[in-house]
């Protein structure tokens, strides 16, 4: 089992950048591939983005790609997602996950462990 905690959240302007971070604890964070999702108010959890167990291999939601970034770091168990050019439209709760196995995932049916989240506020 991993407990995840996310931090970094806040309020900026549009264009502006944000790094949310997602510690983790408990069995060894590289056992998991991570996702980082998000939900806005009245809205359904959606994907933004994948990343697998040793950071080689990447995926991105459309409304995400070539804005932001995630990667990780297994010697400090800890998982990150650098956002830039943000739009008010990204304003949401993002929750980081984890899942057991290979591959990496859209789908939060495939992600065994979450973490509470954190606010993400845009301003326009």
């Known amino acids: 089992q991993v407990q995840l905690v996310e931090s970094g959240g806040g309020l900026v302007q549009a264009g502006g950048s944000l790094r949310l971070s997602c510690a983790a604890s408990?069995?060894?964070?590289?056992?998991?591939?991570m996702g980082w999702f998000r939900q806005a108010p009245g809205k359904e959890r959606e994907f933004v983005a994948a990343?697998?167990?040793?950071?080689?291999?990447?995926f991105y939601a459309d409304s995400v790609k070539g804005r932001f970034t995630i990667s990780r770091d297994n010697a400090r168990n800890t998982g990150y997602l650098q956002m830039n050019s943000l739009k008010p439209e990204d304003t949401a709760v993002y929750v980081c996950?984890?899942?057991?196995?290979?591959?990496?995932?859209?789908?939060?049916?495939?992600?065994?462990?979450w973490g509470q989240g954190t606010q993400v506020t845009i301003s326009s």
């Open positions: 408990g069995r060894t964070f590289s056992s998991y591939s």
């Open positions: 996950a984890a899942m057991v196995g290979l591959g990496l995932s859209t789908r939060t049916s495939d992600y065994n462990y």
């Open positions: 990343i697998s167990r040793s950071g080689g291999s990447t």
